[in-house]
């Protein structure tokens, strides 16, 4: 016979005590999941479910997620009711529309504040009080076309956006972090203010300190500033070290 009682039983409040963060990525997104792990910082929970995406990424491809997004957001451990859930991807948001994405997460988990990744990214670069920006994406020209009018229309001078003209979102996920690393010192400008580095699935969180130091300006990347943004949201104001100048500001 156990030596415990039941009535005994020591309980506190879990691991995620400060909060709990979800996240809806792309099926094909190798980088965000592991990128949102190392960034969270001690009592705050991170979940995520996965919504299946064409491993091709147009902007035809990128509307269709709208019609999982309910469902998704249902499905983050509705039972826990995340404090914040946010769709993993920066062109998506762009292509659907921000209020519309945030309206489907809250149809599938009204207890849950919504959010997407490039409404993190606009935060942050207002955080900065940046104007003049310059883009690196790895994608296609027509992403590129609707992301530069994205921004342009949120007030931002888009100095220039250079895309890599993949399609294949696993590809996105393979590029070297020394080549992204090339590519967001080639696309530099003096004027520009700050560099962003779009897509949830590239491995630029590897490499936003380096690029700092180098140019002396702030680096956005999707990954660091939607994190940024749902811990904000969250409640959770930690200054975090090795993931740019963001989270010191």
Sequence with gaps: ?????????????????????????????????????????????????????????????????IDQMADAASRIQPEIKPDVISYCCTSGSIVIGEDKVCA????????????TLVSGVVAALNQLEAKKIVIGTPYLDEINIVEKNFFENKGFDVLDIQGLNLGNGIEFGKITSDYIKDFALSIDQKEAEVIFLSCSGI????????????TGKPVITSNQ??????????GVNDKLSGFGRIFNS
């Design 1 to 65: 016979m156990s030596e415990f009682n039941i009535n005994d039983v020591q309980f506190d409040s879990g691991r995620n005590n400060r909060a709990n963060l979800g996240f809806i990525l792309l099926s094909t997104d190798l980088a965000c999941e592991i990128d949102t792990f190392r960034m969270a910082p001690k009592g705050v929970g991170v979940s995520f479910t996965r919504l299946h995406t064409d491993d091709y990424t147009t902007n035809e491809t990128l509307a269709k997620h």
């Design 225 to 234: 500033a939607q994190m940024w943004y749902a811990l904000r949201k969250a």
């Design 104 to 115: 489907e997460i809250k149809r599938g988990a009204p207890y849950a504040t919504a959010m």
């Design 203 to 214: 491995r630029s969180l590897d490499i936003i300190e380096e690029v700092e130091a180098t």
